[in-house]
């Protein structure tokens, strides 16, 4: 069993920063893949970006060079650096993990999910 806690979301300004964290316990290993996905109201829930199992990253491409995944293995914990936010990035993010994941960028393919932590951004 993995158990995904987010934190780091809130309000702010078009253009700015924000750093979600994602804290993760329970057992992974290298055939996990983990990231972090989307769901704005009355949208589908959408991947943003993923650690794949072999420790390469994906990236949507509506968030490439503006936001960033990274981990600190030491804190067992994932993060999602976003740079430059949209009015449109404004949904609930949510972590996910998954093992023998093939399309990464798919919800369905992942199993574990946390409760999400909600990113408002405004004009």
């Known amino acids: 069993q993995v158990h995904l806690v987010e934190s780091g979301g809130g309000s702010v300004q078009a253009g700015g920063s924000l750093r979600l964290s994602c804290v993760v316990s329970?057992?992974?290993?290298?055939?996990?893949?983990m990231g972090w996905f989307r769901q704005a109201p009355g949208k589908e829930r959408e991947g943003i970006a993923v650690?794949?199992?072999?420790?390469?990253?994906t990236y949507a491409e509506f968030v490439k060079g503006r936001f960033a995944i990274t981990n600190d293995n030491a804190r067992n914990t994932l993060y999602l650096q976003m740079n430059d936010l949209k009015v449109e990035d404004t949904a609930m993010y949510y972590c996910?993990?998954?093992?023998?994941?093939?399309?990464?960028?798919?919800?369905?393919?992942?199993?574990?999910w946390g409760q999400g932590t909600q990113v408002t951004v405004t004009l």
């Open positions: 650690f794949t199992s072999d420790r390469a990253t």
């Open positions: 996910a993990a998954g093992r023998y994941v093939a399309d990464h960028l798919s919800k369905l393919e992942y199993a574990y």
């Open positions: 329970g057992y992974t290993d290298r055939t996990y893949s």
